[in-house]
């Protein structure tokens, strides 16, 4: 029985599963004459919106939620050469359709529960009878009695009155969810969202998760906001709610909107940090509203130093925190606390934590060269007037923020020699050519071999040259080499 | 053909056949001269099965690709859409063939969707009233593409996404069907093994459709002996890591796209006249990367560190080939030069081109920032100060390295703290939304909600239990000859690969206790052999282990799953693994949802590359 390289072959064009679609081809062909009918009669009193919609969703004309289209859709596994057999041979539909119903054991029921029973047909009728009742919403469920129902084959006008009564319905979901494709999944579900009341839908899927998890991606996709806030709503998903609703106001453009809409996210249902960063948003857009009309004006008037000299590359519109309390250090420095575009302002109504504004200070005022300023920002006084130097980030970050807004030696020699870490301190002053610091370093660690070394990096003739052969000379020192 | 792919234990050519037979049949379906109009997406998965010759036998005289208003001009009876079944671009063809009717003669339209036909693609057609337009509308279920001897892939980006954020299983269920045709062409996989959600899902799915086919009993003799099914969401912390082997930093670097990668093009400007005496090309220097090139499945999945080494003997090799064309005095001994010329030249290029590629990355792995970030991540992968804030991490965002970056990082940290404490988790969120945005709330809810960002519940640890017994962290890596899978990472042995690897001895029954930590259910299946399809198997003789990844694999597990491999091969009681991975998944990238116009990092985002792992998935054999 080994299949050679020839067989595989006449596999791909042929051979195995077209021998299965055969078996299959009558049977289905039988049931989708049926469905077909069915679902033709069906749509007559269940939908009676859009006469199209049934069929607008078809792949190959038969309508969605039909059986025959489910079936279709499985036997798509094996691959699209079989779907091609199909459609040949349902072209010459009539010639199959009044052949017997052969023993088959490819019916929906055995692909989705995985139960052969070789010999007996298997039907929708079959699948539901083992299902218990108690998984149909009363409402939706049907007198114990007339269980017998499905105990036969069933016929078109059987179906249509089923598929009326909505427990059907259900019940194609829950084999196209057993299915796990999406696509099927979906074609039920717009199905079912056409055909049943929402009351209904919803309630039918907070029993089925998987179902609602697709029912809610789909209405993400078609951008059926107000159905998908229902349906939280319904659910008592509360908080997706919230998200979902928040997420809406990226897509408006007009600031003032956005303003608007952000205020509607307040006080909906997010956790408590999330409740406070989302009041956050709207502040922020507020405010950046206020600060980015005054500014344009301001900008225009051509009266302001800072903005002649530095005009503005872009709207301070919807940019992060950070990035406004740059902008706001940049062109709001010396603003009263009490106007809404100064960063001391900003930093109270924000919360905005020491470390991060300093950070954000030092390299907004070393980007204007505002040297004073930086000076201004580590000088502490304390209660007995000594000032003291002091940076919550530590001096060699505020080293290389400096370095990185070319601040002259001058200004990086002072604050490298802050830096507590001799060793970083040397680093960064040799990286920074700070020579002085470099020089008075080795001399206080009393290393001569590195001085020595240093020597060379200098210019000659330098004052540094001069500097480092004094202290070489001197025999005041004692080298610890 | 494609020889690499027939380099493996497995013959993935076969399946390379089988997907090109599809393509022709369809192909000819549409009598007469063809233009095709692609989902620019495609054109990589395809490139990996067929080139434009075998669509220009088969009359394909034009090839577009798709956008807005009108088609271009040309003169053919056929317009054939090759696209991926999305909303947005159903807009696309519609305006196409809105536009089109105005003009000259009739045409044909067809769609192909790749890899299935969608329903609300077509009810979309249908409301945009073109959907009557189309003679064919048909599926190419390009489920499993063979990337190299021993991989296969689904190039299903969105994979991780969907099935873990969106709860959209669809994706599972394309895995099943590719596992279903590889079936078919080389035979029932006789055990299989899983670990995850996902897994159980997919396991289902097959032996559900397994018996639909019962009626045809599958005839073939069984290539592989295992297959083994992994959840990404059972390993998150190999994804989150930065890989180290070659390969893995060209993907974390520049990001690997359908086998090739774009690189920039200064330091592969021509150095000779003789080359074309061009300019300084400007665009991005595109080139494939697969085991056919004998240089790369050399060096592709060593540690970068051992990279250098292998390049410059191989440089020596070279010049000492063409060195030896002063030896040849007789016409025999010249003609015997020459004719080894060819090779020798392609020898030379591949050389060039991976000494460069070495220069750029090496440039990047040796800057401070690197090393930086390395030291993070080997810290929390072996359990240091996990449980608060990192200091580097702050600096990140202070200083606005892009979010991608600062977010891989906290969800490393998070992954190997078994979530983060309540506390700290508020600090980082904080700090992220006043930094990049108070829209990436949204971004943080979808990180939380796949598992990748989490609040510590029950103040419980798992993660050093997982370690020490997984043995995930080992302390001596030999980079240059290793021992151990962990040199993919050095250091960290990636958590899915050791699973594989206990699998195959001594057995999970050993783990016991670490897989009912992990998340999802781990389980065995048969499916039973008719007797006369049964392996004898020969003391020694290797098994194939087929493993495939369920929302994508890293090239650094790749990496390790080949030096499994080898390893096996060496020993006595040889099992080989063979794996086959699919596709990766998405990154946390696709995690992003929103970024404000001039944000810079937003074209990164969602590009994706730097975060999971974009990798082919596959088999090897």
Not at chain 1, 358 to 384: E, G, I, M, Q, S
Not at chain 2, 210 to 234: A, M, Y
Not at chain 2, 308 to 334: D, M, P, Q, Y
């Amino acid at each position: 029985m080994n299949r050679t390289k020839g067989d595989e072959e006449e596999y791909w064009n042929s051979s195995k599963f077209k021998a299965f679609t055969f078996d299959d081809e009558d049977d289905e062909l039988s049931q989708l004459k049926e469905s077909k009918r069915a679902v033709n009669s069906l749509r007559d009193f269940v939908d009676d919106d859009d006469e199209d919609d049934l069929e607008r969703v078809s792949w190959t004309g038969e309508p969605v939620g039909s059986i025959s289209w489910s079936i279709k859709e499985t036997a798509g596994n094996s691959g699209s050469s079989h779907e091609r057999e199909q459609l040949k041979n349902r072209n010459s539909f009539s010639t199959y359709a009044q052949l017997p119903k052969p023993a088959s054991t490819y019916s929906l029921s055995s692909f989705f529960r995985g139960r052969t029973r070789p010999g007996s047909f298997q039907s929708l009728s079959d699948a539901l009878s083992d299902t218990p009742a108690k998984s149909y919403a009363p409402e939706l469920g049907r007198p114990k009695g007339e269980y017998r129902d499905y105990s036969n084959d069933w016929s078109p006008s059987d179906t249509v009155r089923r598929l009326r009564k909505g427990k059907d319905k259900i019940q194609l979901l829950e084999e196209a969810v057993s299915m796990h494709d999406g696509n099927v999944i979906t074609a039920v579900l717009i199905f079912l969202k056409r055909t049943l009341s929402k009351e209904i839908l919803f309630r039918e899927l907070e029993v089925r998760q998987v179902a609602l998890r697709h029912l809610i991606h789909f209405l993400k996709e078609i951008g059926d906001q107000k159905l998908l806030l229902d349906l939280f709503r319904f659910l008592d998903r509360t908080e997706e709610l919230a998200l979902s609703h928040y997420r809406e106001h990226l897509n408006i453009q007009d600031p003032e909107k956005r303003k608007e809409f952000l205020k509607t996210c307040i006080g909906l249902p997010f956790s408590a940090e999330d409740s406070a960063h989302i009041q956050d948003h709207y502040t922020l857009l507020e405010r950046q509203i206020i600060i980015e009309a005054n500014d344009r004006h301001l900008e225009l008037a051509g009266q302001t130093e800072v903005f002649r000299k530095h005009p503005r590359k872009a709207s301070i519109l919807n940019m992060p925190l950070v990035t406004t309390l740059f902008y706001s250090c940049f062109y709001h420095y010396t603003e009263a606390e009490g106007t809404f575009s100064s960063p001391v302002n900003l930093k109270k109504t924000f919360k905005i934590p020491d470390k991060q504004y300093v950070l954000t200070a030092l390299a907004a005022r070393a980007k204007l060269r505002a040297w004073h300023d930086v000076d201004a920002l580590f000088t502490t006084k304390n209660w007995l007037g000594y000032t003291k130097k002091r940076a919550p980030i530590g001096f060699h970050r505020v080293v290389e923020i400096l370095h990185k807004n070319s601040a002259p030696v001058q200004v990086l020699q002072e604050y490298v020699n802050l830096v507590e870490d001799v060793d970083t301190k040397l680093n960064l002053a040799t990286k920074f050519k700070c020579h002085d610091v470099v020089i008075d370093t080795c001399r206080d660690l009393k290393d001569r071999q590195q001085l020595l070394a240093y020597r060379s990096k200098v210019d000659k003739g330098s004052a540094e040259e001069e500097k480092i052969d004094a202290l070489l000379n001197s025999s005041q020192i004692r080298w610890k080499n | 053909m494609a020889a690499h792919l027939s380099y493996g234990r497995v013959n993935l050519n076969v399946l390379r056949e089988a997907v090109r037979r599809e393509l022709r049949e369809f192909l000819d379906k549409c009598a007469g001269s063809k233009a095709i109009v692609w989902d620019e997406y495609l054109t990589g998965p395809f490139g990996l099965i067929a080139q434009y010759s075998l669509l220009k036998e088969h009359e394909v005289e034009k090839m577009f690709t798709l956008k807005g208003s009108r088609l271009p001009a040309a003169d053919v009876k056929n317009i054939i859409f090759f696209v991926r079944p999305r909303l947005e671009l159903m807009d696309i063809i519609a305006e196409n063939v809105l536009s089109e009717d105005r003009r000259g003669p009739a045409r044909d339209f067809h769609i192909l969707f790749v890899p299935r036909r969608s329903l609300l693609c077509e009810q979309r057609l249908k409301d945009l009233g073109v959907l009557g337009s189309f003679i064919h509308r048909e599926e190419y279920s390009l489920d499993l593409i063979p990337f190299d001897g021993d991989l296969l892939s689904m190039e299903s980006e969105g994979a991780f996404k969907e099935c873990y954020l969106e709860s959209d299983q669809t994706s599972l269920y394309h895995a099943a069907k590719g596992l279903m045709t590889l079936q078919a062409l080389y035979g029932t996989i006789p055990q299989i093994f899983g670990k995850g959600e996902c897994a159980r899902q997919v396991a289902n799915m097959m032996i559900r459709m397994k018996r639909e086919f019962t009626g045809s009993q599958n005839s073939i003799f069984p290539v592989f002996d295992n297959l083994l099914l992994l959840d990404r969401n059972v390993d998150l912390l190999s994804p989150l890591a930065t890989q180290l082997t070659y390969e893995g930093l060209i993907d974390e670097i520049y990001g690997i796209q359908n086998s090739y990668v774009k690189l920039p093009p200064e330091k592969f400007a021509p150095k000779k006249q003789g080359d074309g005496g061009k300019d300084l090309p400007t665009e991005a220097k595109k080139l494939q990367l697969n085991s056919a090139e004998e240089l790369y499945a050399e060096i592709r999945d060593k540690n970068f560190n051992a990279v250098g080494s292998v390049l410059s003997k191989k440089a020596k090799v070279i010049s000492a080939a063409f060195e030896e064309r002063h030896n040849a005095k007789t016409v025999g001994e010249i003609k015997q030069f020459v004719s080894q010329l060819p090779h020798m030249q392609a020898a030379r290029g591949s050389l060039a081109n991976h000494t460069s590629i070495a220069e750029l990355i090496k440039d990047v792995t040796t800057s401070e920032d690197f090393f930086d970030k390395l030291t993070v991540e080997q810290e929390f992968m072996s359990g240091i100060d996990t449980d608060k804030v990192n200091s580097y991490i702050e600096d990140c965002i202070a200083q606005k390295h892009p979010l991608i970056k600062v977010l891989r990082l906290v969800c490393l940290q998070s992954v190997c703290n078994s979530g983060l404490k309540q506390k700290v988790l508020d600090y980082y969120k904080r700090e992220i939304l006043q930094t990049y945005g108070y829209e990436h709330i949204l971004t943080l809810h979808n990180l939380e909600k796949a598992g990748l960002l989490k609040p510590q519940t029950g103040g419980r640890n798992n993660y050093p239990t997982i370690r020490k017994t997984l043995r995930l962290w080992m302390d001596d890596v030999n980079e240059q000859n290793p021992t151990d899978i962990s040199y993919v990472y050095s250091g960290y042995a990636p958590l899915s690969v050791r699973l594989a690897q206990l699998l195959s001895r001594p057995g999970w029954r050993s783990i016991e206790e670490v897989l009912r930590i992990l998340p999802g259910p781990h389980f065995e299946e048969r499916q039973p052999l008719p007797t006369g399809l049964q392996k004898k198997r020969q003391p020694g003789e290797n098994r194939v282990t087929l493993i495939f990844f369920l929302g994508g694999v890293t090239f650094a597990e790749i990496a390790a799953l080949r030096f499994l491999s080898q390893l096996e091969d060496g020993g006595s009681r040889a099992s080989r693994v063979g794996r086959c991975r699919p596709r990766p998944p998405s990154t946390c990238c696709s995690f992003c949802e929103s970024c404000w116009p001039s944000c810079s990092s937003a074209t990164r985002c969602s590009s994706g590359r730097c975060c999971w792992p974009v990798g082919p998935p596959t088999s090897w054999c």
